[in-house]
């Protein structure tokens, strides 16, 4: 929801629009309405977008907001993503009402995240912890906290940043440290391929560089056919007219990560993606992605 207000109060600012020129729709999506088993159980890709797709190809809705990293890397035919709002922070979030970070965990302490992801790169660097399923809004979570389900959890920082909830016990964690989600941070705009109107309204609130960095992490995870259940990592950064891109993949159970970088030239975006996921299957090799 944070997300949609943000889009709805920049088209307003853009075009001068009132709030009443907008109606935000809500959709209950299946990986928010199944709370109760991990995501992998209930198939990886499009669990947080399907039903949106579905109403927007009806014509109920004109526009979806989505969290991009979890957006799939091909859009169902007839649609297109091609407006990103200016990424927020990229950092995940360590989260403990006790402690300040990973370092302090104690041996075999209980750590809960539902992220495949998070999982992995915590067991790649420190084996001993035990992960649980922590799944549920912000809220939810921390309550779990303060019950002693876990010691601590992890978040999006862009999350409790949109959510202004500056009372949560969050330390962010450098990258070099956990390299983020591909496309942490960001939010897109899908809409119909044939909707000029709306083309010409949303271009007015996208984000180049946002769009240059997504390009080349998507274009690097889409090589790997990444899903909800694949823990890979991304982050594009750019400096001038150049792109740094940074990549991982790990086995789910963190007895091994893979990890590269490439640099070039911004427009070379979607290329230096597929050329790094490229070297990291080959790395791999047969065998590393066998979980499927």
């Known amino acids: 929801m944070a997300q949609a207000y943000e889009t709805r109060s920049r088209l307003m600012q853009a075009f001068d629009l009132p709030e009443g020129a907008f109606d935000i729709v809500v959709i209950k999506v299946t990986g928010d309405a199944i709370q109760?088993?991990?995501?992998?159980?209930?198939?990886?890709?499009?669990?947080?977008?399907?039903?949106?797709?579905?109403?927007?190809?009806?014509?109920?809705?004109?526009?979806?907001?989505?969290?991009?990293?979890?957006?799939?890397?091909?859009?169902?035919?007839?649609?297109?993503?091609d407006t990103y709002l200016p990424r927020e922070d990229v950092r995940d979030a360590f989260v403990s009402p006790k402690l300040d970070g990973i370092a302090g965990l104690a041996q075999s302490a209980v750590v809960g995240t539902s992220s495949l992801r998070r999982k992995a790169q915590l067991l790649n660097?420190?084996?001993?912890?035990?992960?649980?399923?922590?799944?549920?809004?912000v809220q939810t979570r921390l309550k779990k906290l303060a019950d002693g389900v876990a010691?601590?959890?992890?978040?999006?920082?862009?999350?409790?940043?949109?959510?202004?909830?500056?009372?949560?016990?969050?330390?962010?964690?450098?990258?070099?440290?956990?390299?983020?989600?591909?496309?942490?941070?960001?939010?897109?705009?899908?809409?119909r391929l044939d909707d000029e109107k709306t083309?010409?309204?949303?271009?007015?609130?996208?984000?180049?560089?946002?769009?240059q960095r997504l390009t080349a992490e998507r274009s690097f995870l889409l090589t790997l056919d990444g899903s909800c259940e694949t823990p890979i990592a991304g982050l594009a950064e750019l400096s001038g007219t150049q792109l740094r891109l940074r990549g991982e993949v790990l086995r789910p159970d963190g007895s091994e990560a893979i990890?590269?970088?490439?640099?070039?030239?911004?427009?070379?975006?979607?290329?230096?993606?597929?050329?790094?996921?490229?070297?990291?299957?080959?790395?791999?090799?047969?065998?590393?992605?066998d979980w499927h």
């Open 199 to 211: 083309a010409e309204l949303l271009s007015a609130i996208h984000d180049a560089p946002t769009g």
């Open 36 to 81: 109760d088993r991990p995501l992998k159980e209930i198939g990886g890709k499009g669990l947080f977008t399907r039903e949106i797709e579905e109403d927007l190809l009806s014509g109920k809705i004109d526009i979806a907001v989505h969290s991009m990293k979890d957006m799939p890397t091909i859009q169902p035919d007839g649609l297109i993503l």
């Open 125 to 137: 660097r420190r084996p001993d912890l035990q992960v649980v399923e922590f799944r549920g809004n």
């Open 259 to 289: 990890s590269g970088e490439r640099s070039g030239s911004i427009s070379e975006g979607a290329a230096l993606g597929k050329d790094l996921a490229e070297e990291l299957l080959s790395r791999a090799g047969a065998g590393f992605f």
């Open 151 to 191: 010691e601590c959890t992890f978040l999006a920082a862009a999350g409790l940043n949109r959510l202004q909830m500056e009372d949560v016990p969050a330390t962010p964690i450098n990258p070099d440290d956990m390299l983020p989600a591909v496309a942490q941070g960001a939010i897109g705009i899908e809409r």
